[in-house]
């Protein structure tokens, strides 16, 4: 059976979910794949985290160069987030010929292009499910499965924190604060929300499903983006007399003459769309292909196991591509 | 550039529209694939169908053996229907080294251990996107993008023609008999319903579904079966006082104890479910695993495009795994 070695940098939420379903769903992923794993090194710092998920200590490390240089490790996980260092060790381990699976989104949209070359050059892959939609495997689907569609739109609701709070406004009619500050208390907003709120985390996506989609690079910053911080009550009212929901949509568009829109801002969808059945704090992508026409992916946007689900999947991919080498 | 030969194996609805995207998709397919392909042969003896489609006359048999027992053809596009001979032919295509693609369900449901061991004991593969969800790339999900889970549930509405019927009798108030009329009139039923209304269909597919996620065979004719010929304007009335809609439901589920359950009927979905909002000839599939949690795939059940938009997927999946080897 072939063995593959692989090393997590950062056992966080998400590094944290992903070494569990590691662990815990062994015994089928060994079966499913044919191919037998160890996670073999664990850069992490946090001795709480260490125990937490009871990793034995010789595993873990402090210096990211056990991992990046090791010879024996086969996959890197990178789950720190943060552009940086997170892109150049991204981008060493891949020249080392590592394969690189990350959720890391930012880094991703950043430096997509820099990332897929150093992977095509060193003869591996970097693959990002995790970094788009959680657990939904929308961009796997767009690349692989629906890979012999051209695609003329995707539109989805990638926040779950913006959506939560969307959710809540139309169904107790309380406003944005007040909500804020619930979501805030039950852990679905951050302390500083703005990333959520503003709509740069999914300015993040919306660049990274463009890429995939339609193989075209907007960087995010040149995405135009309005948050949810303006949406009122009377707007909530208004929309629901017209028979709509307001979400907070991420859509990009190819025009007939193949010119590329984008925008990312609330906007109404009519009760009758599927996206306005995406409530509280899940996500949804709705593609339209000239094959398959519409198809929408549905689930849980965020959390360390659905996140985890969409790193294990690259890893599993990953893993049956080495057993064919 | 890596050049596979393709043979399709019956030009009717969906094999013509695996036919079309494979030509008018040509040039974006080659670019994300980095491989050449070409469908070399097709049997088929509609010369309409032959025509509509523009094949060169020297790329149509009327011998299958010029495409099952060819020493030039890698992958066989199985597209003719019915369990025989459609099985035996897969089968031989198999043993003969070649891959294979089908939208069979019923072949598939009947004989899927078989050819499966077939593939591999050839090394080569057996795809099977396009037999559940039409377009809805699902079952590619569930093997690969969410491998890393254990499932618990899967739950669909997996047959546009009951779904399409349904809805009508919910949003029009219309009894059975006349929209069943309706639906066959615009071509959304066949004359002969039963294996549509009956449930036949729909037990093909939850087989397949959980022969996938449950590695565990189920024959069709063994699934609790209920079809949607005994629901009544009452029954619709009275799910919609409960705040429900009535929906022909596919549902497999794994006990504490790890037996499995299944049933197909028409059940009470509560409007804020996600499958309430699946309406006319759309399906999805609903799947539970211990990691993702709950996500849900939506799109076209049926249709030449859709449909073929799964085959080409999968011959996509294919044309990537030879180029490795």
Redesign the interface.
Known sequence: MKKINIGILGLGTVGG?TYD??R??RD??R???GVDYEVTRILEINQKAIEAHGVDPSVVTQNVDDILSAGDIDIVVESLGGIEPSSSWMLKALENGKNVVTPNKAAVAANYGKLKKAAEDSGVQIRI?ACVGG???AL??I????????FTEVMGILNGTTNYILTKMGDEGLPYDEVLKDAQAKGFAEADPTADVEGIDVANKLSILMALAF?QYVPPQDIPTVGITGVTMDDIAAARDRGCKIKLIAKAAVAGDGGLSCEIRPMEIPL?H?L????NEFNAIYIT????????????GA?A??T???I??????IMR?EA??
């Open positions: 979910g379903i590691l815990d769903n089928v992923i079966r499913r794949t499910e657990g939904i495997p796997t689907a690349t692989e499965a629906l890979a012999g569609n051209v193989d009758d599927p306005a059945g995406v409530n292909g000239n094959a398959v026409d519409e198809v929408m992916f549905y689930g849980k959390g196991l659905p985890g689900s969409a294990v999947g690259d890893i599993i991919s591509t064919l080498k």
